[in-house]
């Protein structure tokens, strides 16, 4: 079965080209949307059927290559290929924020090739530590990596429903996703140009809008209770409601009620931390008095001057951002913690079946095709490395051994992660390590951290996106070798063209990652930028520690109580198996719900759960052959109809200064949901 074919490379790269730009376009915006593989998958087999039937069949010769445009039928391993090219570039380049970071937050631009070496060092050198992890983590036949398993159905059920029409009267996959990507793309004309207020109706603040509690309760840039959200774009930012499994959903739920909604509004309302001088939820930093904090008056050629520091006065944050830091610190013992617990034993007999090289039927069926060559890997890493130190000490983003901690960092936990996420599918995050370690290491660089935390975090993170799709392959009978090419080279293109997309957004759009410059308001790289100086320029010797009256030390306990969440509930689970629901409760899930609060919303969640319970609960468990065959293509049609439609109001008419004209619900001011006041501090002022 051929796969490594014009087709599949003609395809590959289109998509992984269209993706990686869709993708860092709409990242930037206030409503991200991210199109997935699944989109790809469906989008690209008609496209391969089609180029099947009319590419000439002649044999080239290209410098002895001898190959043919068309060499039969498409092909699931040609379809296989195309899709992982673009998985593995789903997610804007990490990297890319650092460098949006120093042009609009610190005015330190670096030349655009610096950049692009921090973008592609970033994400290719994890790839070269993956082949370090195969005979731990691929060839053992206990290494399933769940997320695979998923995968592999998807393009199996395609490739089944291509050859064997069996839709006894019912609307075929392919006809159903045109339609639906139909009429998502002509509704998003309405939240997303002509009626956005209707993607933030903030009914409920409606009956009293200049009442501030209220507006804070219920307002969209509040805690949005009862807030409803007609957008596709907003309700699936976080939650991914047709995809996320109902429990883990019910897990969401409860997390984010008790942050948001519990914990959050008894510490603001009882003025913890001083709390009501600052609105109840933002992702900004502020002066003790609530005005906005200016970090130049505290750098001196990017690094802290402590004499400055003293006298401009401490860094404070609102109680919502400081909470869900302590969250974070909970979810991340709680996930060790939990893995022990849930799969420790499971682990360990992995571990032993792996040193034993017990394979399953899928390495043995490998086994005719001839592997990647360690010296691959090897090559890759060490140029990797070289260019690393080379960016990094050149172009100063930061110390030279810095970058060998970091890979350090990266390298000792990438064995223990890739176990726990091969085993249990879930990824303890480590930004909140790196964050840590070169915070008190390297106290007053904000640049130095964030770049700190992108090579600790992310080549880690790409070593196991990289070793799970060799996985995927592994079940597909992908030739190893072909699946590496295909691997490193979307992944340099998508770097490319990452960095280029926010390159000339950032060079095109006035007002860029602020509120004058709606819709790209780069939600993301603000809270990345308020963590550079949290982490970075004061550390978090001066947050979370000790050091001149940090007033945020308390939220450190968040690691001693994830460390212990999990204990009674394994307990009571063995003790009491007949309770069913206690081995639902999976606290890392739970604790990490407002992981993405800021940037995202609470509307965001409350929509998607809403969504997630009519699609994952009441449709899963009553109408389960129309879920099984249509709820995944929704999902995916209806990213791709708001992904078109809004390339098109930017490209057609936003980037040629055409505007909606304004009414009620598209207001001059951009207060679309009418209820200004939800931004406002305790006493209503608006910063």
Known sequence: MPCNTFRMWFLGLIFTAIISFVNQFFYLRQTQISIGYSVVALISLPIGHLMAALLPTSQFNLLGWRFSLNPGPFSIKEHVLIGTMTACNTGTAYAVDIVILQKVFYGSEKPFIAGLLLVLTTQITGFALAGALRKVLIRPAHMIWPSTLVTASLFRSLHHAADREEDHGRMSRMKYFLLVTLGSFLYYWFPGFIFPTIGTIAWICWINPNNVVLAQLTGSNGLGIGTIALDWSAASYYVAPLVTPWFA????????????????????????????????????????????????????????????????????????????????????????????????????????????????????????????????????????LALSFVTCVVWDYMPWWAVFLAMAIAIFFVLPVGIVQAVTNQQPGLNIVTEYVIGYMLPGHAIANVTFKTYGYIVNVQALTFTSDLKLGHYMKIPPRIMFMAQVISTVIAGVINLATATWLLNTRPNICTKEGYPFTCRSTNTFYSASIIWGAVAPARVFGNRDGALYSPVQWGFLAGAILPVPFWYFSRKFPHISWLKYVHWPVLLAATSSMPPALPYFYTNGLFLGFIFMYVLRRYNYNWWARYNYLTSAALDSGVAICGLIIFFAIQSWEGEMPFWWGNPEDGNYDHCELGAANYFGELN
């Open 249 to 384: 959903q019910v897990n969401i739920m409860v997390g984010f009620v008790l942050v948001a909604w519990v914990m959050v509004p008894w510490a603001y309302y009882t003025d913890l931390w001083g709390s009501k001088t600052y609105p109840i939820l933002s992702a900004s930093l502020y002066r003790e008095d609530g005005t906005g904090y200016n970090k130049s008056m505290i750098l001196t050629n990017g690094v802290l001057d402590e004499e400055k520091y003293l006298a401009y006065g401490p860094m404070r944050m609102d109680s919502f951002f400081a909470l869900t830091y302590g969250v974070g610190f909970a979810g991340l013992t709680a996930t060790v913690v939990h893995v022990v617990l849930y799969n420790g034993k499971e682990m360990i007999e992995r571990w032993r079946s792996a040193r034993q090289d017990n394979e399953d039927i899928h390495s043995r069926l490998m086994r005719v095709y001839p592997e990647v060559p360690d010296w691959w890997y090897v090559s890759l890493f060490v140029v990797s």
